[in-house]
Every structure is written in structure tokens, then in C-alpha cells.
């Protein structure tokens, strides 16, 4: 292996990259955040049908992921292996983007095929450009400090991108739109698509791949030879199942959390206030996580963190909220714990590249995000068909006043949850193995054996 791959990237690279997880996470959270709301309170759909409808928009987005991984990884331009799809796929993320979030002049079964394609399209678009954005953060570097770091600017950059869209969205939509949100959505979405587009073309100029190989000449084999490697890669399944199952029920917290705000504590106005303070928190405690993680190792901060969330999670459940400085603080809370998350994910599933490489002969770098992203998104559209179908059952209207039942359920459904599936990634990641002497040890048996 030679001294190239190891060097320490500079800053323009690092913030190159970082800035390019912005435009990513402001579709990202933008749909997580807001279409479910979006669905029930603008077009006005049933909860079951709209988490019908993001359901199978994500599950299509899974299925999509691992076959876009297996082409970004053997696809061969002058502008690299990746960063191709961040010129060309941008144009129309955007414009789908916007399709995503306006209301057609449609009813039934019209209205459902509409919202449905749209969806979909969307889904598509954002597959095509967010499975080889993520693949860069291997191909640029194999030393696992530097990709914590690196991953560090790349969740400062996400971060941003959410706390972006948490704190200007509901503002834009009220100034715009009025009480007419569709308005709203729709100016909202084209903003985020313009940032978007032109964030994107600031990282495709920043970030080089290398000239070397690096690595991706060992890409090879078949889609199922690349599955059966995957299948015997032991860390790499603890670590995707930690975070699947966080991910999974934390959307339980993530997309009620607005429905909460307005109907249980009448904070409607203040929604912008709210989303952002958690992410905020968040972000600034990034670099605190980073620096942890540098120092304590990536098992052990997730331990830590994980262990805030899961007790900030208890208190919104015990405690009777009633203002909107106590809920601030209690998301405040919780967002602390969970800042870690990203920056602690990113970097231990390229770590997995290289072990499943040394015990298996086959390396799969981006077949391997794409793999998780699959699993990821597709538990991730099961959670919110559950969810929408858990509303209606719990006796949610959308635009109405709640019952004291409905409010008390859904704060359990929003708290519970999320802390049984955070408990239960304690319990998993505690038996991870990859530390960074195991990491260099890695490095050393791949590059013994090209030599």
C-alpha cells in the first residue's frame, strides 16, 4: 500500500465533502421531517394511506440502492468512479423534489396514483445520487482515523442540512403560504432544490478521487458473489443491526414529534423553534463526540451516547410537559445523545470494507452501502405504514382536536419505542470487535497481500 492512500487529506477536501451531506440531508429531512405531515394536514389523506404511500416510496428507494451500488462501483469516467453521479443526478433530484411537495388538482384514486409516482420518482433520483455520494468516503481515504474525521465534516455538513430545513421550513411556509401550507411547500421545495444543486457542484469540484485504484481495482465478482462476502462480514452485521434497529424506532419519535407539538402542547407557531433546537444540539455536539470517539474508540462512544438518548427518551415519557421551554429542553435532550449517531455509523461501516475483504477475497464498497441502505430503507418504509396505520388506530384527525387518549397514546408510541430499540443496539454494539489496532492489523494483511 503505498504512502498516497495513508496521507492525511487537506481541508479543502474535508469541507468539500462535508458541505455535499447539506444538499443530501435537505432532501433527506425534508422527507422525513415534513411528508407524512404533508400527506395528512396539506393534501389531506388518511394516516394509512400516506404512510402507505412513503412506505412504498422508501421500500422502492431500498430496492433501488444496492443495484445502484453495484453500477456506481464499476462505473469508469474521467471524472472518477462517483463523482459523475453528483453532476449529472442533481438536475433532476431537484425537479423531483418539487413534484414531491405540491398538491395536484386531483381526488381518489387519482389523487393516490399521483402522490404515489411522485414519490417514487423522487425516490429514484435521490438513490442516484446519495449511494455513490456516500461510497466517496472509502475511495478517498482507507486510514480509519481519517475517516472519522473525515465523516466528522461530512455530519457537520448533515447536520446542517437538517437543522436548515428543521428551522426555516414551517417559517417559509407560514410567510408564503399563510394558512394556505400547499403554497408554502411548494416555494419551500424549490428553494431547497436551487441549495441544493449548487452545493453539489461546490463538492464535485473540491473532491478528486485519487488517480490510483485504490482498492477499487479489487472490486469484482458478481452480484451474488458480492452478497455472499457481505453475508460473512460479522462486524459489519452488528453494525447494521444496531443501527437498523435504532433507525427503525426512532421514527416513531421523528415523525410524531410535530404531530405533538401541534395537537398535545398547541405550539403549532413554534414548530421551526422546536425541529431546530434538537438540531442544533446535535450538531454541536459533534465535534464533543468526535473527539470522544478519537480518544475512547467508536464502540465505547456509541455505548455512551446511546445510553443519554435512551434515558432522555424515559424523561419525555415520565415527565408532564407543558410549556414550550420544557419541551426545548427535553429535545435539546435527547438531541445531544443522538448527535453521535452519524458520525459513529459512517465511520465504522468503511472499517467493514477491509475485514470482510481479508476474510473473504472480495471487496465490496459501495454493494456494501447499498446493501444497508436496502435494509435500512426498506425497515424504514415498514415503520411508516405501521405508523400511519398505529394513528388512525389510536383515533388521530388530522386538522381536529384530540382526545386526551389519543395525545397519551401517541406519546407512549413516540417515547417507547425508540428506547426499546436503542437498548437493545447497547446490547449489540457491545460485542463489536474492529478497534484501531484491529483496523491497522487489516491494512497490513491487505497490503502484505499485494505485495
Not at 417514487?120 to 482515523?145: A, G, Y
Request: proline residues 3%; hydrophobic residues 50%; contains cysteine.
Amino acid at each position: 500500500m503505498t504512502e498516497a492512500v495513508i496521507e492525511k487529506l487537506n481541508l479543502k477536501t474535508r469541507l468539500g465533502y462535508g458541505i455535499g451531506d447539506i444538499a443530501i440531508c435537505l432532501y433527506w429531512s425534508g422527507v422525513g421531517l415534513y411528508l407524512l405531515y404533508f400527506y395528512t394536514d396539506v393534501v389531506g389523506i388518511s394516516p394509512t394511506l400516506a404512510g402507505l404511500i412513503y412506505g412504498i416510496g422508501m421500500f422502492w428507494d431500498a430496492i433501488t440502492d444496492p443495484f445502484m451500488g453495484y453500477m456506481a462501483e464499476r462505473t469508469r469516467t474521467k471524472w472518477g468512479v462517483y463523482r459523475p453521479y453528483l453532476l449529472f443526478g442533481n438536475i433532476p433530484l431537484a425537479l423531483s423534489f418539487i413534484l414531491l411537495f405540491w398538491v395536484p388538482p386531483l381526488e381518489g384514486q387519482a389523487l393516490f396514483f399521483f402522490l404515489l409516482f411522485a414519490n417514487l420518482l423522487h425516490r429514484t433520483c435521490f438513490t442516484l445520487v446519495s449511494v455513490p455520494f456516500s461510497s466517496l468516503t472509502p475511495r478517498i481515504t482507507s486510514d480509519s482515523q481519517e475517516r472519522t474525521n473525515l465523516t466528522g465534516f461530512r455530519m457537520l455538513g448533515a447536520q446542517t442540512g437538517t437543522n436548515l430545513m428543521a428551522l426555516l421550513a414551517f417559517p417559509i411556509i407560514f410567510w408564503v403560504g399563510g394558512e394556505d401550507e400547499s403554497l408554502g411547500f411548494i416555494v419551500l421545495a424549490t428553494i431547497a432544490g436551487l441549495t441544493a444543486l449548487g452545493i453539489h457542484a461546490i463538492t464535485f469540484l473540491t473532491v478528486k478521487e485519487p488517480a490510483n485504484d485504490q482498492g477499487i481495482e479489487r472490486v469484482g465478482g458478481s452480484l451474488s458473489e458480492a452478497a455472499k462476502a457481505i453475508g460473512k462480514n460479522g462486524p459489519f452485521w452488528l453494525v447494521f443491526s444496531a443501527t437498523l434497529i435504532v433507525g427503525i424506532t426512532t421514527i416513531f419519535f421523528g415523525n410524531n414529534l410535530i404531530y405533538f407539538t401541534k395537537y398535545a402542547l398547541n405550539l403549532h407557531e413554534h414548530q421551526g423553534t422546536i425541529l431546530f433546537t434538537s438540531g442544533i444540539v446535535a450538531f454541536l455536539s459533534i465535534p464533543i463526540w468526535w473527539i470522544i470517539s478519537n480518544n475512547v474508540g467508536k464502540k465505547l462512544t456509541w455505548l455512551i451516547s446511546s445510553s443519554i438518548t435512551l434515558a432522555a427518551l424515559l424523561v419525555f415519557y415520565l415527565y408532564e410537559i407543558n410549556t414550550l421551554t420544557e419541551l426545548l429542553f427535553l429535545v435539546a435532550f435527547i438531541g445531544f445523545g443522538s448527535g453521535a449517531g452519524g458520525i459513529l455509523f459512517w465511520s465504522m461501516l468503511p472499517d467493514t470494507i477491509e475485514y470482510g475483504e481479508v476474510h473473504t477475497g472480495v471487496r465490496s464498497e459501495s454493494s456494501l452501502y447499498g446493501f444497508m441502505t436496502f435494509a435500512q430503507k426498506g425497515s424504514i418504509a415498514f415503520a411508516i405504514i405501521i405508523l400511519g396505520l398505529v394513528l388512525d388506530f389510536i383515533g388521530f384527525q388530522a386538522n381536529e382536536v384530540q382526545s386526551a387518549t389519543t395525545i397519551s397514546k401517541m406519546k407512549a408510541i413516540m417515547t417507547l419505542i425508540p428506547s426499546i430499540g436503542i437498548a437493545l443496539s447497547l446490547v449489540i454494539i457491545y460485542f463489536y470487535p474492529i478497534d484501531a489496532k484491529m483496523h491497522k492489523d487489516l491494512l497490513r494483511q491487505l497490503q502484505q497481500g499485494q505485495s
